[in-house]
């Protein structure tokens, strides 16, 4: 039995449709890169390397497909090719522990929520995400804001679905606490303590 090669040529979308593709999301796309960089200046630097990068990768594009999360997926590798490998490592910590810290911690967590409702929050969870570790806020911004599933972020990263779970659970964890501690901060808790 012999095997039946396909030799038609891929679909590459014409170079005139980048501009009309890609540049709708470049709002999206330097919002996600500050969220990456926590910096103005590098922001910048991230979102014009993604679309530079994008122009040239245009050709691998597959028509149909979701532009802005191709584009976020650019940002995203471009961000963590340009850091050296001792800054995206991450200390492992103990799972339990942090359980055990969670349920001492979900009332306060819940009478902070409520606080917060009342308040825009977006500013300080922009901060919060950006103050995260690499690894933690790189899942934050794919499961979180990119909306990909465990499943299409642990594809993206290059490791397990349970790395992608465990990360995002202590992201959320610690993102919780810094806006716990923000409310605090601004008097919206009543001292939860």
């Given at each position: 039995?012999?095997?039946?090669?396909?030799?038609?040529?891929?679909?590459?979308?014409?170079?005139?449709?980048?501009?009309?593709?890609?540049?709708?999301?470049?709002?999206?796309?330097?919002?996600?890169?500050?969220?990456?960089?926590?910096?103005?200046?590098?922001?910048?630097?991230?979102?014009?390397?993604?679309?530079?990068?994008?122009?040239?990768?245009?050709?691998?594009?597959?028509?149909?497909?979701?532009?802005?999360?191709?584009?976020?997926?650019?940002?995203?590798?471009?961000?963590?090719?340009?850091?050296?490998?001792?800054?995206r490592l991450v200390?492992?910590?103990?799972?339990?522990?942090?359980?055990?810290?969670?349920?001492?911690?979900?009332?306060?967590?819940?009478?902070?929520?409520?606080?917060?409702?009342?308040?825009?929050?977006?500013?300080?969870?922009?901060?919060?995400?950006?103050?995260?570790?690499?690894?933690?806020?790189?899942?934050?911004?794919?499961?979180?804001v990119e909306g990909?599933?465990?499943?299409?972020?642990?594809?993206?990263?290059?490791?397990?679905?349970?790395?992608?779970?465990?990360?995002?659970?202590?992201?959320?964890?610690?993102?919780?606490?810094?806006?716990?501690?923000?409310?605090?901060?601004?008097?919206?808790?009543?001292?939860?303590?």
């Amino acid at each position: 039995m012999t095997e039946s090669v396909d030799l038609t040529p891929p679909v590459v979308p014409p170079p005139a449709d980048f501009e009309q593709a890609t540049l709708p999301w470049l709002a999206d796309v330097r919002r996600y890169a500050y969220r990456l960089t926590g910096s103005a200046p590098d922001a910048d630097d991230l979102t014009q390397t993604t679309f530079l990068n994008a122009f040239r990768g245009w050709h691998t594009f597959r028509p149909g497909s979701d532009v802005r999360r191709w584009l976020f997926a650019i940002a995203r590798n471009a961000h963590f090719r340009g850091r050296p490998r001792r800054e995206r490592l991450v200390a492992t910590e103990d799972a339990e522990l942090e359980s055990l810290a969670a349920a001492t911690d979900s009332g306060r967590a819940s009478a902070a929520l409520e606080a917060l409702e009342r308040v825009d929050l977006a500013a300080g969870i922009d901060a919060e995400i950006a103050r995260l570790p690499d690894a933690y806020r790189e899942v934050v911004l794919m499961v979180d804001v990119e909306g990909l599933s465990y499943e299409e972020a642990a594809a993206q990263a290059g490791v397990p679905v349970g790395t992608i779970r465990s990360r995002l659970y202590r992201a959320r964890r610690q993102l919780q606490q810094a806006l716990i501690v923000r409310a605090e901060d601004v008097g919206l808790t009543g001292g939860l303590g």
